[in-house]
T-cell receptor, first 114, second 113 residues
Framework: EPEVTQTPSHQVTQMGQEVILRCVPI?????FYWYRQILGQKVEFLVS????????KSEIFDDQFSVERPDGSNFTLKIRSTKLEDSAMYFC????????????FGQGTRLTVV | SQKIEQNSEALNIQEGKTATLTCNYT??????LQWYRQDPGRGPVFLLL?????KEKRKERLKVTFDTTLKQSLFHITASQPADSATYLC????????????FGKGTRLSVIA
């Protein structure tokens, strides 16, 4: 069965450092998303990406965040200068046709900012 | 303001019984409603999708209903098993494919043998 893969599974970083979280979505999917989940809280939307550009972003997705699809398969989330409150699970997801179809989530990257 | 409420944070039931989880929303007009299962430390896994013009959807032991008048979805697991223990998330999707899913906080279900 096709799956979304994310690397790394865990990342510990110093406050102020840059991190890049990587995702390989399912190959024939057109819509890509990043969500995050702070421990014990709900899954929160960060950004959606369609047709090689950001289609929507939340208030959380400020200037410190960026996304790229550098080579047609990988989908990355960069946090330029991490803060303690960026500590969370980050999930990448993809879907074939947006919210009218199921979203496939990766297993997540647990980011810890110290 | 917009809200999605899964009105039980935790639900404990006996094995073999039917679990019923509720998802209520306000100030949304979703075209789709989806249910996901999430195990600790893992990503959500899709279970069922129901459209605004559908009343009910079934898949094996799972059933979901969608009442756009009441702004509510019910999610049922019949003949529950300890392996069904997990957090169940409801998520709303708008008609535009670009608009992301918005998740409720989830209900943690424990099925006791």
């Amino acid at each position: 069965e096709p799956e979304v893969t994310q690397t790394p599974s865990h990342q510990v970083t110093q406050m102020g450092q840059e991190v890049i979280l990587r995702c390989v979505p399912i190959s024939n999917h057109l819509y890509f998303y990043w969500y995050r989940q702070i421990l014990g809280q709900k899954v929160e939307f960060l950004v959606s990406f369609y047709n090689n550009e950001i289609s929507e972003k939340s208030e959380i997705f400020d200037d410190q965040f960026s996304v790229e699809r550098p080579d047609g398969s990988n989908f990355t989330l960069k946090i330029r200068s991490t803060k303690l409150e960026d500590s969370a699970m980050y999930f990448c997801a993809s879907s074939e046709r947006g919210t009218s179809t199921e979203a496939f989530f990766g297993q997540g990257t647990r980011l810890t900012v110290v | 303001s917009q809200k999605i409420e899964q009105n039980s944070e935790a639900l404990n039931i006996q094995e073999g019984k039917t679990a019923t989880l509720t998802c209520n929303y306000t100030n949304y007009s979703p075209a789709y409603l989806q249910w996901y299962r999430q195990d600790p430390g893992r990503g959500p896994v899709f279970l069922l999708l129901i459209r605004e013009n559908e009343k009910e959807k079934r898949k094996e032991r799972l059933k979901v209903t969608f009442d756009t008048t009441l702004k509510q979805s019910l999610f049922h697991i019949t003949a529950s098993q300890p392996a069904d223990s997990a957090t169940y998330l409801c998520a709303l999707g708008q008609r535009s494919g670009n608009t992301p899913l918005v998740f409720g906080k989830g209900t943690r279900l424990s099925v006791i043998a």
